[in-house]
């Protein structure tokens, strides 16, 4: 069964067994994309893909690995980094004109088609 951080997310949020321990929903996020990071080390649809939420405490940003078909020539180089702006309109594809939309690196809008967890950044930054 692949994990799903966002029915993960809406269990939570539904059920205060699981509250217990979790100040903010900001680490209730962290930890649905930590548990997706063990389950979900394969190219998965971006429909299915963890999004940045707003918050009382502002934004927390979710950044995920994305497949871009269209910005280069070859597969290699279609991945990108990517994140989604819950309050920006899109300007592009499918999302023309609709609230929330992917961004990838360089800040440009992108219409990614699967997603993977990023990995961890080292641990020993020196």
Request: hydrophobic letters at 35%; charged letters at 20%; one cysteine or more.
């Amino acid at each position: 069964m692949t994990f799903d951080p966002n029915k993960f997310c809406m269990d939570f949020l539904l059920n205060d067994e699981l509250q217990e321990g979790y100040g903010h929903v900001e680490s209730v996020v962290l930890k649905a994309y930590q548990q997706g990071l063990k389950d979900a080390h394969q190219w998965m649809p971006i429909e299915t893909a963890p999004k940045s939420l707003v918050t009382d405490g502002g934004m927390r940003g979710i950044y995920l690995l994305g497949y871009v078909p269209g910005d280069s020539l070859d597969a290699q180089g279609c991945m990108s980094s990517i994140w989604y702006e819950p309050l920006t309109r899109g300007t592009i594809g499918k999302r023309r004109g609709l609230m929330g939309t992917w961004f990838g690196e360089g800040s440009f809008e992108v219409e990614p088609t699967h997603w993977m967890p990023l990995p961890q950044p080292p641990k020993d930054t020196k």
